[in-house]
């Protein structure tokens, strides 16, 4: 595995997106993370995590895991709505920022019902069917086997619960596909060199969505981790789109489930 860059060495991941080389580069741009997203996706990341928030339908007394949280703006916003919300992410820099904006020893106390874990995806520390839903936005790209990831989140929700995944996708008109793209690889780049630390770091985001299969082939393989109700619909004219999906019961449950519900 190769080493975290020091603080002065300009961190690049690649597409073969080992954990510490990807890692470290986010703890790189975690101060200004949030501010330069807003910069390059012209304000719609506001209008991305609201569609989000809704599609997680976040309810008081719900437990829900926000995976590749970054600076946890996405897991306060579920947190405000009275759900209990983990915030997990690889890269500690990001938690750190995170920690600091909505920890307790931030301005007015923080979230209470907001907490922060170091994980990897692939690798989830928690309990088989610990969650209500889970959800990740613009990290599933970014993780080494997405696959096994999926099968992670199903493994820690539970029957019944909700998975959302919002990650950049393919635009299926041509047309916008073509003026999307050449947003990413002629305009991005030098905005991205104005406003963030890490400039390089964009490179690697236009490569790995270039990468990135289709909101077809995601859907596939999120149902063939054994998720059902797979649906997804464009946000943006699908420069991202919203994967939702639902755990399944177990046979036998959910034979009970249907029995106890019939009408007598």
Not at 115 to 130: G, H, K, M, Q, Y
Not at 196 to 219: F, G, K, M, T, V
Request: proline content about 7%; charged content about 25%.
């Amino acid at each position: 595995m190769a080493p975290h860059p020091s603080d002065h060495e300009s961190n690049r991941a690649d597409l073969h997106k080992d954990p510490s080389r990807v890692s470290g580069m986010f703890d790189q741009v975690a101060a200004g993370y949030d501010r330069t997203n807003t910069v390059l996706s012209l304000g719609n990341d506001r209008f991305w995590r609201a569609a989000m928030v809704r599609a997680v339908d976040p309810r008081r007394g719900q437990r829900i895991l926000d995976l590749a949280a970054g600076t946890a703006m996405s897991s306060a916003a579920l947190a405000g709505r009275g759900a209990e919300v983990v915030a997990a992410d690889f890269s500690p820099g990001m938690l750190a920022e995170g920690e600091k904006r909505y920890g307790p020893k931030a301005p007015g106390g923080g979230i209470p019902n907001l907490s922060f874990v170091e994980a990897n995806a692939t690798d989830l520390p928690f309990a088989d069917d610990e969650f209500d839903a889970v959800t990740i936005s613009y990290g599933l790209r970014n993780v080494d086997d997405p696959k096994k990831a999926l099968h992670e989140m199903l493994r820690v929700t539970k029957p019944g619960g909700r998975l959302v995944v919002c990650e950049f996708s393919q635009p299926p008109s041509k047309l916008w596909g073509g003026l999307y793209r050449f947003y990413n690889d002629r305009v991005l780049p030098v905005a991205a060199r104005a406003v963030s630390s890490n400039a390089d770091a964009y490179d690697y985001l236009n490569e790995s969505i270039r990468d990135w299969p289709d909101q077809r082939r995601l859907s596939a393989w999120i149902r063939e981790s054994g998720w059902t109700e797979v649906a997804y619909r464009n946000l943006s004219l699908g420069i991202v789109a919203l994967h939702r999906a639902v755990k399944p019961f177990p046979v036998v449950e959910r034979a009970t489930k249907e029995r106890d519900e019939t009408p007598r």
